[in-house]
């Protein structure tokens, strides 16, 4: 009896923390289309884990940022969202395979800021020429 109480338990707990992790994505999806995004793909979290020695304890943390693939004027564009954390961040752009970073990482960006930021002559990754199509949606 007691392991069966014990299998319930655990299974409820496994569930809770994925309902949470699928909240968390579709709140930044949300927050993405409250920001005028329309072709928003799939989102997905990424965790890492570190270790850091202080004295002689060993602290260890994880992060978990929540990504989002958003296809605008043609570039496929990486959302970033550190999770649990407000505002989000332009992270890269994925062209031909190339995962290039985004320089000076834009953040909370809105689509028409967005727009105004792949049409201006700032910075751009590479490959940006080969995906960018201005009369796109």
Same mark, same amino acid.
């Given at each position: ?6 299998? $319930?338990?655990?299974?409820? @707990?496994?569930? &809770?923390?994925? &309902? ?5 994505e579709d709140k930044f999806v949300s927050e993405l289309k409250a920001a005028g995004f329309t072709n928003i793909g799939e989102p997905s979290t990424?965790?890492? *884990?570190?270790?850091?020695? $202080?004295?002689?304890?060993? /602290?260890?943390?994880?992060?978990? &940022? $929540?990504? +989002?693939? +958003?296809? /605008?004027?043609?570039?496929?564009? %990486?959302?970033? *969202? ?9 992270? %890269?752009?994925? +062209?031909? @395979? ?15 800021? +967005? ?11 590479? @490959?940006?020429? @080969? ?7």
């Open positions: 009896m007691k392991r069966r109480i014990v299998s $319930i338990l655990l299974a409820l @707990g496994c569930a &809770t923390a994925l &309902t949470a992790c699928a909240s968390n990424e965790k890492a *884990k570190k270790s850091k020695k $202080i004295g002689k304890r060993t /602290v260890k943390s994880s992060d978990k &940022t $929540i990504e +989002v693939m +958003v296809r /605008v004027k043609g570039c496929d564009l %990486e959302f970033a *969202k550190s999770s649990g954390q407000s505002g989000y961040w332009l992270d %890269e752009l994925h +062209v031909n @395979g190339q995962e290039p970073d985004w320089p000076g990482y834009p953040e909370n960006l809105n689509r028409d800021q +967005v727009v105004k930021l792949l049409a201006d002559n700032s910075a751009k990754p590479d @490959g940006f020429k @080969g995906c960018y199509k201005p009369n796109e949606a």
